[in-house]
T-cell receptor, first 111, second 112 residues
Framework: KAGVTQTPRYLIKTRGQQVTLSCSPI?????VSWYQQTPGQGLQFLFE???????NKGNFPGRFSGRQFSNSRSEMNVSTLELGDSALYLC??????????FGSGTRLTVV | QKEVEQDPGPLSVPEGAIVSLNCTYS??????FMWYRQYSRKGPELLMY????GNKEDGRFTAQVDKSSKYISLFIRDSQPSDSATYLC????????????FGQGTILTVHP
């Protein structure tokens, strides 16, 4: 059974640019959530989607956005990148009542 | 005050030791409790998932939840060098769909 797949694994972007990250959940999972992980703040919740609807959103600025497609694949976008956006971005998918499975993440470096 | 508190360690133990990892929380709405293991440059891996007070065992791992004290624990028996990683507790509850609140993580090293 394939796990959660995140692409790309690594990205280097320049301040002011925008970036799109992709997440393919486990087959059959309809919930996809996104997290930012940094050494100082740990894992912080960005947003969650279920059946193409955003059900929950964390305390991040509007530059962070996401969407989910009908096949449950999800993308997140960060516009006008800042140095502080450098982080590991993790996606997790969930079925029913068995916790959340994370992907390996996308490591974003903003220079 | 953070909703979930976890001692960051680091914790260093000899191979074969019993390891105890702990988290406390303040939000009584939390109903689901998880423990994750994260190796360097990898995503978190789910170890244990519980939703009630009491103990749950899986191989060398035992998760313990005490909702009255707002305290959860993970015990690792017969620890191995391959258990060296960061261990994260995570919680979910109420109407916070898909939102896990994590502890800061405990860095564990098991030396041969």
């Amino acid at each position: 059974k394939a796990g959660v797949t995140q692409t790309p694994r690594y990205l280097i972007k320049t301040r002011g640019q925008q970036v799109t990250l992709s997440c393919s959940p486990i087959s059959g999972h309809r919930s996809v959530s996104w997290y930012q992980q940094t050494p100082g703040q740990g894992l912080q919740f960005l947003f969650e989607y279920f059946s193409e609807t955003q059900r929950n959103k964390g305390n991040f600025p509007g530059r962070f956005s996401g969407r989910q497609f009908s096949n449950s694949r999800s993308e997140m976008n960060v516009s006008t990148l800042e140095l502080g956006d450098s982080a590991l971005y993790l996606c997790a998918s969930s079925g029913t009542g068995n916790g959340y499975t994370f992907g390996s993440g996308t490591r974003l470096t903003v220079v | 005050q953070k909703e979930v508190e976890q001692d960051p360690g680091p914790l260093s133990v000899p191979e074969g030791a019993i390891v105890s990892l702990n988290c406390t929380y303040s939000n009584s709405a939390f109903q689901y409790f998880m423990w994750y293991r994260q190796y360097s440059r990898k995503g978190p891996e789910l170890l244990m998932y519980t939703y009630s007070s009491g103990n749950k065992e899986d191989g060398r791992f035992t998760a313990q939840v005490d909702k009255s004290s707002k305290y959860i624990s993970l015990f690792i028996r017969d620890s191995q060098p391959s258990d060296s990683a960061t261990y994260l507790c995570a919680m979910e509850g109420g109407t916070s769909y898909g939102k896990l609140t994590f502890g800061q993580g405990t860095i564990l090293t098991v030396h041969p």
